[in-house]
């Protein structure tokens, strides 16, 4: 017996977090302790020690009974013995419950249960053994308090191991409305704590598979909460990972988790977009246009990096925004024919450069007046001045919206 519980403790067959926790509460006690979680499975103990003849420190052999030792050495409970316990309304306290000792049930000494509780929920129990003249009431209150911790702790553990596809699915999909009202609703009450935090969406594109059993695992990817696959385009699949954020101007933990998803991808051109970061989670599904604009953005232009935020990419914000009908202007078309693609890399990098035609020249590395003459040529084929303002802001943005 004693053997056993000193492997479990050595070899960490606690959990360390835990077990420090209730070791803590067996130190304002003065007494040994059990952490079980609300189906009566042993999570830790903290067994009361005390110095032998030789030094060493034992288990104190009084401190078990039959419920006891099958407790920590089988790490859990019988049903009767549950149902014993609940029977003292331990499921519903708030508070520490005594519980007399009854030996007919195998429970030779009283105990004290300490509910674990948090936001309401019973999440465990941690048990004392009850003994003359017993913890005084300050001493039950300072417990209580890390019982507190040992419950915000299993909560946390609880939803960070939590699947929440279908409700960051619904959130991004949803109809305007009551419908997404209630999406909301739902994720913010599986995120729980985690809800009120500073988020931020990330979009990575496209993504190989339709299978969303292909996708990686949340669990895997540091600061995230939540990963699923939504289409993109007529046919393709791709990635949206919530990911909580410490500060809006530091997005580490997006842009490492952007990275490692690409690197899933495999081969061929996908990029990451980055939402701005938002508090409210009523505005996901605003951070997830924005999120998958800047990947729109990063594969039509490569030169702003595989990860790109959006705050980076400047007029594309109002292009991505735009009906696709909306975007292609007529006079752009004959541009776009493949014919003329040289005409229409001209006339990009001309009206990038600002109209200066000594910096287009030199960036396409060809003469001024084989410059002049494209653009007359561009002129021509759409019937634009590119002497005019809005003009040449008509033919941008049509060049730009192509590429999208």
């Known amino acids: 017996m004693y053997e056993a519980l000193h492997e479990m403790r050595e070899n960490g067959g606690v959990k360390g977090d835990y077990q420090e926790l209730v070791d803590e509460i067996s130190a304002l006690l003065g007494a040994p302790a059990t952490l079980e979680n609300r189906d009566f499975r042993l999570i830790a103990f903290g067994a009361q020690l005390s110095d032998g003849e030789d030094g060493d420190t034992d288990f104190d052999a009084s401190t078990l009974d039959p419920v006891r030792t099958r407790s920590i050495l089988t790490r859990s409970s019988t049903a009767a013995v549950r149902a014993w316990f609940e029977g003292f309304g331990i499921a519903r306290a708030t508070e520490p419950v005594r519980i007399p000792a009854t030996p007919e049930a195998g429970v030779y000494r009283g105990r004290i249960c300490l509910p674990v509780r948090h936001r309401g929920i019973v999440l465990g129990y941690?048990?004392?053994?009850?003994?003359?003249?017993?913890?005084?009431?300050?001493?039950?209150?300072a417990a209580m308090e890390v019982a507190g911790r040992i419950g915000?702790?299993?909560?946390?553990e609880a939803q960070a191991g939590a699947d929440l596809t279908r409700e960051f699915h619904s959130v991004l999909t949803a109809e305007r409305g009551w419908q997404r009202d209630m999406?909301?609703?739902?994720?913010?009450?599986?995120?729980?704590s985690r809800a009120d935090g500073l988020h931020t969406?990330?979009?990575?594109a496209p993504w190989p598979s339709a299978d969303p059993a292909d996708a990686p695992s949340v669990r895997t990817l540091p600061a995230a909460d939540a990963l699923?696959?939504?289409p993109w385009g007529l046919t393709g699949q791709c990635?949206?990972?919530l990911v909580r954020l410490r500060s809006a101007e530091v997005l580490a933990p997006a842009l490492t988790a952007a990275a490692k998803l690409r690197a899933r991808a495999g081969a061929g051109p996908v990029a990451a977009g980055i939402g701005a970061p938002r508090t409210d989670l009523a505005e996901l599904a605003t951070a997830w246009q924005e999120a998958t604009a800047a990947a729109r953005t990063a594969l039509a232009n490569p030169r702003?990096?595989?990860?790109t935020r959006w705050s980076a990419i400047g007029p594309y914000r109002l292009l991505t925004a735009l009906?696709?009908?909306?975007?292609?202007?007529p006079v752009v078309a004959p541009l776009l024919a493949p014919a003329h693609r040289q005409l229409a890399r001209t006339a990009e990098v001309f009206l990038d450069c600002a109209g200066q035609a000594g910096r287009t020249a030199a960036a396409l590395g060809i003469h001024r007046q084989t410059l002049y003459y494209r653009l007359s040529r561009v002129e021509q084929l759409t019937g634009l001045d590119l002497d005019e303002g809005e003009d040449r802001l008509l033919l941008h943005m049509g060049l730009k919206a192509a590429r999208l």
């Open 126 to 141: 941690v048990w004392l053994l009850d003994d003359d003249p017993g913890p005084t009431g300050e001493q039950l209150d």
């Open 323 to 329: 009906p696709t009908e909306a975007a292609h202007d």
């Open 152 to 156: 915000a702790q299993l909560a946390d």
């Open 201 to 204: 969406v990330v979009c990575v």
């Open 239 to 241: 990635l949206a990972l």
């Open 183 to 192: 999406a909301v609703a739902a994720l913010r009450t599986a995120l729980g």
């Open 228 to 230: 699923c696959t939504v």
């Open 304 to 307: 702003l990096g595989p990860d």
